[in-house]
């Protein structure tokens, strides 16, 4: 995390920053946070493979949370 969150002190739209962050927030279970790292990640780079797949899994997780 640390790490990302350098790079992207230095470059704010860094495709691989962006996605790391983003897999980070996946892991702690923010999957909010987590999209919103990933679209951007998406928007800088729209050809970014390893992105569109987080972002797909991302979608599968919310469907199956439970409503509140």
């Known amino acids: 995390e640390k790490a990302f969150k350098k790079v992207l002190d230095h470059q704010k739209a860094d495709p691989s920053a962006l996605k790391g962050m983003g897999g980070v927030s996946l892991a702690r ?3 909010g946070i987590a999209k919103k790292y990933v679209d951007e990640a998406i928007r800088v780079a729209p ?3 390893a992105a569109k797949r987080e972002r797909d899994l991302i979608n599968r997780l919310e469907k199956r949370k439970p409503k509140k």
Do not use: A, S, T
Request: aromatic residues 16%; without cysteine.
């Open 47 to 49: 050809n970014f493979g």
């Open 29 to 31: 279970g923010e999957l």
